[in-house]
């Protein structure tokens, strides 16, 4: 944490600011699955801790309890969010970001099949799918609107879902990644395009 501190200090000094990016929270309106995901960390912040893990990426990434506060204060949902990117952009806005992730899961989803033969009596298989888009706080134009999938069968239950749920979030973050690093260079302002 030090380091990334003096990082910003050495940015800030060159009036360089790296952008920063908001990462909301996603709706789960619909989904049968979506009691399961209380049991594990939030997905939003999931993805901010794979992005972090990244290192190609210049900017600074804001707490997710700082954006979904953002989101209560200004009487948002996490579904309207995606739905209607004025209000996303005004959630961006509001904690400062020049850009803002937000997302919905239309599929998280846990069946169990039995088994013939085996250790366990049956096999769960769940698929879980996440319509995600990146828009551009200032323009509110959406830089990235993709659906990330994974279907995943284990033998332990809720297992598969949760192994479907981080696979679907790890193929989110590198696109992400991949989108945000193409990035133009700080313009000194804080923000930046893509």
């Given amino acids: 944490m030090t380091l990334l501190f003096a990082f910003l200090l050495a940015l800030n000094a060159a009036g360089r600011v ?15 699955g979506a009691p399961l995901l209380l049991e594990m960390e939030p997905p939003n912040a999931q993805l901010v801790r794979l992005l972090l893990r990244d290192r190609t990426l210049a900017l600074r990434i804001l707490p997710v309890d700082r954006v979904r506060g953002a989101t ?4 948002f949902r996490p579904e309207e ?4 990117t ?3 952009a005004a959630v961006a806005r509001a904690v400062g970001a020049d850009w803002i992730v937000t997302g919905r899961w239309t599929h998280l989803d846990l069946e169990s099949l039995p088994r013939p033969t085996g250790e366990f009596p049956t096999v769960s ?3 879980a ?5 990146v828009l551009e706080a200032a323009t509110r134009r ?3 609107e993709e659906t990330f999938t994974a279907t995943r069968a284990d ?6 879902l949760v192994e479907a749920v981080e696979a679907v979030l790890l193929r989110a973050a590198r696109r992400i990644a991949e989108l945000l690093t193409r990035s133009a260079p700080f313009d000194g302002r804080g923000g930046g395009s893509l």
């Fill in 72 to 75: 209560r204060e200004l009487g």
């Fill in 155 to 160: 033998g332990r239950g809720t297992a598969a």
């Fill in 81 to 84: 969010l995606y739905i209607w």
């Fill in 86 to 88: 004025g209000r996303a």
């Fill in 18 to 32: 790296p952008p920063v990016l908001a990462v909301a929270e996603f709706s789960t309106v619909g989904t049968a």
């Fill in 125 to 127: 298989v769940a698929h």
């Fill in 142 to 144: 959406i830089l990235l």
């Fill in 129 to 133: 799918a996440l319509q995600l888009r």
